[in-house]
Nanobody, 121 residues
């Protein structure tokens, strides 16, 4: 089995910062590409940042220059550093990891449980 545990969400004032973490555990052979998504009430889930297995990063225009995605392969953990937060960043944030388990051939999508980020004065 594979488990993803997210942490780091909360309430922050506009202009503040938060760092989200997503730790994977279980029968993991390899972790491929990683993405952080967010979903605001009544809206679809959107990709905000991604990092490849080779550590190439990409960002949605709305967060570019403010958010930083990273990964620590030894710890099987990914991070999303969020700076200069705005009220429109308010959403539930989800990590998505493509994971190959031992004795399997394919990478499969796994999702974290989601963590609420609220940006409000």
């Amino acid at each position: 089995q594979v488990q993803l545990v997210e942490s780091g969400g909360g309430l922050v004032q506009p202009g503040g910062s938060l760092r989200l973490s997503c730790a994977a555990s279980g029968s993991i052979f390899s972790i491929g590409d990683i993405g952080w998504y967010r979903q605001a009430p009544g809206k679809q889930r959107d990709l905000v940042a991604a990092i490849t297995s080779g550590s190439r990063t990409s960002y949605a225009d709305s967060v570019n220059g403010r958010f930083t995605i990273s990964r620590d392969n030894a710890k099987r953990t990914t991070y999303l550093q969020m700076n200069s937060l705005k009220p429109e960043d308010t959403a539930v944030y989800y990590c998505n990891l493509k994971i190959k388990r031992w004795y399997t051939n394919n990478y499969v999508d796994y999702w974290g449980q989601g963590t609420q980020v609220t940006v409000s004065a």
